[in-house]
């Protein structure tokens, strides 16, 4: 953990933390009284709490946080990702965060197999503590906006502008296609919005739909890549060349 | 499963498959005969399998296999990794083989725990078949070479030349360094080695020891990943950056 995430709306002053964190802060980070560590509000600022008081008999840790006075931008990409199997997704939830998506979308597709939307790993209570644990590795205090959608048609064709401000859409699609970084090298400044597909890939209609609503094809190469492999190594691609436009 | 890896030495002619690749075959790929699948034999060529032969009381697929003149050429990333703990590195094995590495250096450091060296995920029972299952997703036979170093500092100093002849070596590392694609701009032809470290960070001897044996710091940027999601991540930029030179 790299960031002590704290609830919504806390703001400058004496905070008393929680059982599990005041015990990571112990017997983990060993702090100490006078010590600092990173805090963050949860969609709101980072800062820095000081440890004020280690209680002797409870595993009480109270910290006096100050917040800085701006809010991290939501990152840069969102997420469309045909819903892979809840094993995999289960995996997926904090990888996602700490790569840094602004939006997840989960959708049905053709080779999506039905019971994968009835699993609990699509539960806010499951998925919720691993996307902030995503956060804190990587320090952010941003937590991914998540909606998942059994119609994928309407899901495209109805819904998709209304969730995502990403101007730029990508389509990731084994085959002779521009890489990430060639496809957004006329985009410099916007968002972009990338779509994986399940682990058969898309079909006709379904790229068809996409593409009809201005998803670029994009590959990696030649390697066909596992779902969750191509989710991570497509978003640390298209970080860099938002991060780094023109390159 | 985008390819089907037959063994070491098979050539060109009839080939009786295994009963579970032929299961695989039956079952999951659903042929019949006249249907040709993509073979490769384990680090040789790629080529056609057509089926002539599918019993009907056995589990038995005979294929008549014609193979490429030529052999893929290795993977241009060598890995130096800190061994992540066992059920991380069970999970990386395929991923690793999949991305695409040339050999695979598993390496101690302050921040490894040493029981993480005794367990089975090390064996090359465990994972040359999880290494197969990356080959075979991504279509490559090329299997990566596999050591495992107790000694870092006899790794790097006295054994790191002999292991990997890239010329270009890169240390993923936390902070202000250029991105992958930043460091490789002026190292178009070459084999790259890339070094990442345990979670907790290699400490400042482990550092100092590999920039004097002229590794250079890159990062992703601010957010720490967990070494599986920067293994991924940092080999698709590093492979990105290598396929497109100066780009």
């Given amino acids: 953990m790299n960031l002590l995430l704290l609830p919504p709306g806390t703001s400058d002053g004496a905070v008393t933390l929680s059982d599990s964190q005041a015990g990571h802060l112990r017997s983990v980070l060993g702090v100490a009284p006078g010590d600092t560590v990173r805090v963050g509000v949860i969609d709101g600022p ?35 990702l045909a819903l892979p199997r809840p094993k995999v997704m289960k995996r997926l939830w904090a990888q996602l965060a700490a790569l840094g998506v602004g939006r997840i979308m989960l959708t049905n597709a053709e080779k999506v197999e039905r019971p994968y939307f009835d699993t609990h790993v699509l ?39 209304g969730l995502s401000n990403a101007r730029t859409r990508l389509l990731a699609d084994p085959g002779a296609h521009p890489s990430p970084a060639t496809a957004l090298r006329e985009h410099a400044a916007g968002r ?13 209609f379904e790229r068809g739909l996409l593409i009809g609503q201005g998803f670029g094809p994009i590959s990696m190469g030649t390697r066909t890549l596992r779902t969750d492999t191509a989710c991570v190594a497509l978003l640390a691609l298209v970080h860099d060349a938002v991060t780094r436009p023109g390159a």
Same sequence: chains 1, 2.
């Fill in 46 to 80: 980072m800062g820095t709490g000081t440890v004020v008081h280690l209680d002797a008999t409870t595993p009480q840790v109270v910290l006096q946080c100050q917040f800085d006075t701006t809010i991290p931008d939501a990152p840069r990409v969102d997420l469309l």
């Fill in 192 to 204: 972009v919005l990338l779509a994986v597909g399940p682990d058969g890939g898309w079909n006709d």
């Fill in 123 to 161: 539960e806010e209570s499951v998925y919720r503590p691993l996307l902030l644990e995503g956060l804190q590795q990587a320090r952010d205090t941003r937590v991914p906006l998540v909606t998942v959608h059994r119609q994928f048609r309407k899901l495209v064709e109805d819904e998709l502008d």
